[in-house]
């Protein structure tokens, strides 16, 4: 069976590429991925402390942001909205090839509390579509403006891609920790001289300079209006990610750090150096939506 709502876990939808042995499996739940196996490797990370009784978002794999990144005075609505812990609907497979396997989910308002609904009033369609083939992973949200009256948002894929922890050999004299490859080996391309919002400064603005950006310490910054066709995510041996946006404007990058790991109740005070967030969506600016009016936007994640 190529994708079914597992019988033992009825809340989760397992997909197999049969002609590669792919697969991913993605919660009901915010219609959160929670992993993707390509040559038999996990390349999403999920916490070792994630919350999965659908109390809290998920910590990792990939939760959809909707329809308000973080918080926005103007909503009462919990941080990074209600997408990612709202119940979606299982649409089903949308196409079965040798070549890949596609399947779909679906928010409208009804699925919303009345607390929710009340927040944010407007009448909307989410379709997620979740796509995979024998290397590569797509995700391609569209809104739809059901209402009738144009509404505002933002959106975001919050994707925690694995970073697995390998023994890299070196010259002796031996040192362990030397020899690990970790969150703070791998080198991020594709970002160079486009301005940044750093969360971590006081939302400083600056413009990025540096040809291979990497991780050292805590790291939350917003990438505005990405226009290199791909971001490259090299994690120091040979191998990585590729990720490519269509429809939407800005990337966000996250790492929580050691510091701040400690005090994140669904992270594993040791987990944070096992992901990085490549984030994409548009955050920058709200999104303006006509009445009947559909946006598209998504990720190709490429595993190297
Ligand atoms: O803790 P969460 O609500 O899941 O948010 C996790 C992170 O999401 C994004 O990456 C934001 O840029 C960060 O500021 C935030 O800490």
């Given at each position: 069976?190529?994708?079914?709502?597992?019988?033992?876990?009825?809340?989760?939808?397992?997909?197999?590429?049969?002609?590669?042995?792919?697969?991913?499996?993605?919660?009901?739940?915010?219609?959160?991925?929670?992993?993707?196996?390509?040559?038999?490797?996990?390349?999403?990370?999920?916490?070792?402390?994630?919350?999965?009784?659908?109390?809290?978002?998920?910590r990792g794999?990939?939760?959809?942001?909707?329809?308000?990144?973080?918080?926005?005075?103007?909503?009462?609505?919990?941080?990074?909205?209600?997408?990612?812990?709202?119940?979606?609907?299982?649409?089903?497979?949308?196409?079965?090839?040798?070549?890949?396997?596609?399947?779909?989910?679906?928010?409208?308002?009804?699925?919303?509390?009345?607390?929710?609904?009340?927040?944010?009033?407007?009448?909307?369609?989410?379709?997620?579509?979740?796509?995979?083939?024998?290397?590569?992973?797509?995700?391609?949200?569209?809104?739809?403006n059901?209402?009738?009256?144009?509404?505002?948002?933002?959106?975001?894929?919050?994707?925690?891609?694995?970073?697995?922890?390998?023994?890299?050999?070196?010259?002796?004299?031996?040192?362990?920790?030397?020899?690990?490859?970790?969150?703070?080996?791998i080198?991020?391309?594709?970002?160079?001289?486009?301005?940044?919002?750093?969360?971590?400064?006081?939302?400083?603005?600056?413009?990025?300079?540096?040809?291979?950006?990497?991780?050292?310490?805590?790291?939350?910054?917003?990438?505005?209006?990405?226009?290199?066709?791909e971001?490259?995510?090299?994690?120091?041996?040979?191998?990585?990610?590729?990720?490519?946006?269509?429809?939407?404007?800005?990337?966000?990058v996250?790492?929580?750090?050691?510091?701040?790991?400690?005090?994140?109740?669904?992270?594993?005070?040791?987990?944070?150096?096992?992901?990085?967030?490549?984030?994409?969506?548009?955050?920058?600016?709200?999104?303006?939506?006509?009445?009947?009016?559909?946006?598209?936007?998504?990720?190709?994640?490429?595993?190297?």
């Amino acid at each position: 069976m190529p994708a079914l709502l597992s019988h033992s876990q009825p809340h989760i939808v397992s997909i197999h590429h049969a002609a590669s042995a792919a697969s991913a499996e993605i919660y009901l739940y915010g219609a959160t991925l929670s992993s993707w196996k390509t040559k038999g490797k996990e390349r999403l990370f999920v916490s070792t402390k994630a919350i999965l009784d659908e109390s809290k978002a998920i910590r990792g794999g990939i939760p959809v942001v909707f329809p308000v990144f973080g918080t926005q005075e103007q909503f009462n609505l919990p941080q990074h909205g209600f997408a990612r812990i709202s119940k979606w609907e299982w649409l089903g497979i949308i196409t079965e090839t040798d070549e890949e396997i596609s399947v779909q989910f679906g928010l409208g308002e009804a699925k919303l509390t009345d607390a929710l609904r009340l927040a944010w009033p407007n009448s909307f369609r989410l379709t997620y579509t979740v796509t995979l083939t024998a290397d590569m992973l797509k995700t391609v949200l569209s809104v739809k403006n059901e209402g009738s009256n144009a509404f505002e948002f933002n959106t975001l894929l919050h994707t925690y891609l694995s970073v697995p922890l390998v023994i890299v050999p070196t010259p002796l004299p031996f040192r362990f920790d030397r020899n690990l490859q970790d969150v703070s080996r791998i080198h991020i391309s594709g970002l160079t001289g486009h301005t940044f919002v750093d969360k971590v400064a006081a939302n400083a603005r600056h413009v990025e300079d540096r040809e291979l950006v990497t991780i050292q310490g805590e790291v939350d910054r917003v990438y505005v209006d990405v226009q290199t066709p791909e971001i490259r995510v090299d994690d120091g041996v040979g191998g990585g990610y590729v990720v490519r946006k269509t429809g939407v404007r800005d990337t966000v990058v996250w790492n929580i750090g050691a510091e701040k790991a400690r005090t994140m109740a669904d992270m594993g005070d040791n987990d944070w150096p096992h992901y990085i967030c490549v984030e994409v969506g548009s955050v920058g600016e709200l999104v303006l939506l006509g009445r009947g009016e559909t946006w598209t936007g998504g990720q190709t994640i490429t595993a190297l």
